[in-house]
């Protein structure tokens, strides 16, 4: 039988118990608070989703006089590891919806705009509503934008089911419509496209959870041998983890779906239903009768315009200049880095965003004290793959590719299992949002 007290203690219980233990041990990781440090420092927070929200509230408790500001236009706060369950006919748009105030802490500002201009030699950002608010430590936790402008002929518009077309990563009502496709195919069958984009992006798994879910429903609907499917490699893996990679075509052989290397989408036709890929050798074009879309993924403009971002590294895609360990800025000692914007080898999904906060919060509190940080972030990333309904891999991962699992002799990394599912499907949520209060 598990040992639930061990699972509960374990470092790395982001992934958390099943249902009520989850929030369980989210609300014990944090333990007691340390006694708040007394500062009437400025601190300027840019984006208010998973990282800038929990660093938010763990810097309310941690400083005694600092002003906290957070900053963002959107006001839904988006529960963005649900999209694919939503994607897959599991959830309803409305489960990965709420308010981004409600997960504030009081005491600090909260101002409902975006960054328009960032300049981190004067110490100064001026918002889209004209707003100068300047700062003496900045924290950016702005995310990532969807360049869906790079793929020629597609438009947002387009997703649902009247055109094959499921764009997944947009929103939490895109994922919707994407189930709406993909429901639609599965019964009708044809030829269905999947892929990632060339860039670096958030959660690398998703779009390989999404042609397998695919294949299952397919499957379990009776209409297997009416779907083919097809997926679209960026690279010449299927994952950047090897052992992960070696698995996942293992997975795609025995379920009969198809990969082909280094294809990456750059225009569809949604009138004739074609879509071209780059290739090493030249464009290619198949017909299809699904196709989820993922575009290229890039950090905000303004964030690309400060002078943050890597000067010989992602150029195209503008990721800030951190140092991988502290999440400092190489360049501006007093900036940091949260989430989807770090320029680091690894470490795009809430799991990481999970161990960033420990470091910066760490590093920033430190100095405010008089004395160096001491806390480090290894590259931990974790992705919950889905393989089929009721079925995952709790795949853990660090900078140097070795697995790390959190449950080491109990849940076998790369064995399809209920509980891993369990904790994707039941229990994360309970421990993100334990996350977002700033106690896990």
């Known amino acids: 039988m598990m040992d639930l007290q061990k699972l509960a203690t374990n470092r790395r219980g982001f992934m958390g118990l099943a249902a009520g233990g989850s929030a369980a041990f989210a609300m014990g990781a944090a333990g007691k608070p340390a006694q708040a440090q007394r500062t009437n420092a400025r601190i300027l927070i ?35 590891p649900g999209f694919t369950l939503i994607a897959s006919g599991l959830r309803k748009a409305d489960y990965a919806v709420s308010s981004t105030q409600q997960w504030l802490p009081r005491g600090i500002t909260y101002v409902n705009e975006y960054a328009a201009e960032l300049d981190p030699d004067a110490n100064r950002v001026t918002t889209t509503g004209g707003q100068r608010i300047e700062y003496d430590y900045l924290i950016v936790a702005t995310g990532l934008v969807l360049d869906w402008d790079a793929i020629e002929g597609f438009d947002l518009s387009m997703a649902g089911p009247q055109n094959g ?3 997944h990563y947009a929103s939490p009502e895109h994922a919707e419509l994407s189930w709406q496709a ?35 429903i397919a499957t379990t609907k009776g209409n297997r041998s009416k779907c083919e499917f097809i997926y679209n490699a960026q690279a010449t893996n299927l ?15 025995d379920r ?52 943050l971002s890597w000067g010989d590294k992602w150029t195209d895609q503008g990721w800030i200049e951190v140092d991988p360990h ?15 914007i770090n320029g680091v080898p690894k470490g795009k999904t809430a799991a990481s965003v999970k161990w960033h906060q420990p470091v910066v919060e760490d590093h920033l509190v430190s100095e405010l004290a008089g004395r160096e940080g ?10 919950p793959m889905i393989t089929r309904i009721g079925r995952a891999m709790l795949i853990e991962f660090d900078y140097n590719d070795r697995l790390v699992p959190s449950f080491p002799g109990v849940i076998a990394p790369l064995e399809e299992l209920w509980i891993s599912w369990l904790m994707k499907e039941v229990a994360l949520k309970a421990t993100y949002n334990a996350m977002l209060r700033g106690r896990a």
Request: some cysteine.
């Open 256 to 307: 009969d779906i198809a990969y082909r290397w280094q294809h990456v989408l750059k225009a569809i036709d949604p009138g004739t239903k074609q879509a071209t890929y780059a290739t090493p050798d030249g464009d290619v074009t198949t017909a299809y009768d699904f196709i989820n879309v993922i575009p290229p993924q890039r950090a905000p403009q303004v964030v690309r315009e400060s002078g």
């Open 46 to 80: 840019l984006g208010a989703g998973a990282g800038g929200t929990a660093i938010a509230n763990r810097l309310s408790e941690r400083l005694d006089g600092a002003q906290i500001t957070i900053l963002d236009g959107r006001p839904q706060h988006w529960y963005q």
């Open 165 to 167: 077309i499921a764009a």
């Open 182 to 216: 993909l429901d639609k195919f599965t019964d009708e069958g044809g030829v269905g496209l999947f892929g990632r984009p060339a860039t670096e992006m958030k959660c690398a798994g998703a779009p390989l959870k999404l042609v397998m879910l695919a294949e299952d």
């Open 326 to 340: 502290s999440l400092r800025h190489r360049r501006y000692p007093n900036v940091f880095g949260i989430g989807d």
């Open 374 to 383: 001491t806390k480090f972030f290894d590259g931990y990333t974790s992705c």
């Open 239 to 253: 994952f950047g983890v090897p052992i992960v990679d070696h698995r996942v075509r293992q997975i795609f052989t």
